[in-house]
């Protein structure tokens, strides 16, 4: 008896997960971008509750983790998307949200991994064009700007695990296009941080148990940014795993902080 009842209870508690996730998925809309070599990229895009179309928002790129990738333009909500349904982010910060999806046979960063072992081993590799999805996520951006949707002053990027990859390789290859960044649980080359140290403020977030990325990406990270100067803040929780996001995402001054900044 006890277990099935366990059983009815965790089916319980999926269907209730499901049905949460549904109703976060009807509050953004579904669209596909379509790239000028062919690609189609699906996104959804959350927009502010009084949105007028003649106004400039700012606006929050964010990349979500290789579990989310597909095609079924849902999964990439998963996580981090509640975060910008609450009311006091969306009557205090009017910002159009979106939240693009990588394909199952690609990343949002340049880089082979070692997956023999875990934590896994990656090299990180920029010298040539970044992956299709990477570039569509910023033509993306690139368009709404140009239809005049979004203040290019306030242009933001966030990610985890490998869209906190992504997230370092956007500052990297385009450090004059954010106001600001957040990376959980990611990695980058940290020899090319150079690149971004003095222009975009950066806040890290990483469990210091991760089995799946080695914290040590983060911590190297942002050592060289301190090296650098750079404006970085680091939260490192201790005996927390790869799931380090839950952490981040309840950090209560993570949105105020982003949405402070601007390039101008």
């Known amino acids: 008896m006890s277990g099935v009842y366990y059983f009815r209870k965790l089916t319980l508690l999926l269907s209730l997960f499901l049905i949460a996730q549904q109703a976060i998925a009807q509050q953004y809309e579904a669209k596909t971008f379509q790239t000028k070599d062919g690609h189609s990229l699906p996104y959804r895009v959350l927009l502010p509750e009084d949105y007028e179309a003649t106004t400039q928002y700012p606006v929050i790129l964010f990349l979500h983790g290789a579990g989310e990738r597909g095609m079924d333009n849902e999964k990439q909500l998963t996580h981090g998307s509640k975060i910008f349904l609450e009311d006091s982010f969306r009557k205090k910060y009017p910002a159009i949200i979106l939240f693009p999806q990588c394909p199952e046979d690609s990343y949002w960063a340049s880089m ?153």
């Open 112 to 264: 082979t991994i070692d997956r023999t072992n875990y934590p896994i081993k990656t090299d990180f590799h920029y010298a040539n064009k970044p992956n299709w999805p990477l570039q569509a996520a910023r033509d993306l951006v690139d368009a709404l700007t140009d239809e005049g949707h979004i203040d290019a002053d306030r242009i933001f990027v966030m990610g985890l695990s490998m869209g906190g990859m992504g997230t370092f390789e956007s500052l990297i290859r385009w450090p004059k296009m954010f106001a600001a960044a957040a990376a959980i649980c990611g990695g980058g080359d940290i020899r090319k941080a150079k690149r971004f140290a003095h222009r975009v403020p950066v806040w890290v977030f990483h469990g210091d148990a991760d089995a799946v990325v080695p914290v040590r990406y983060s911590r190297e990270m942002v050592q060289r940014l301190k090296d650098l100067h750079a404006d970085v803040r680091y939260n490192e929780y201790p005996g927390v795993n790869h799931n380090s996001w839950d952490n981040a995402f309840a950090e209560s001054e993570l949105l105020p902080w982003l949405m402070m900044h601007s390039k101008s």
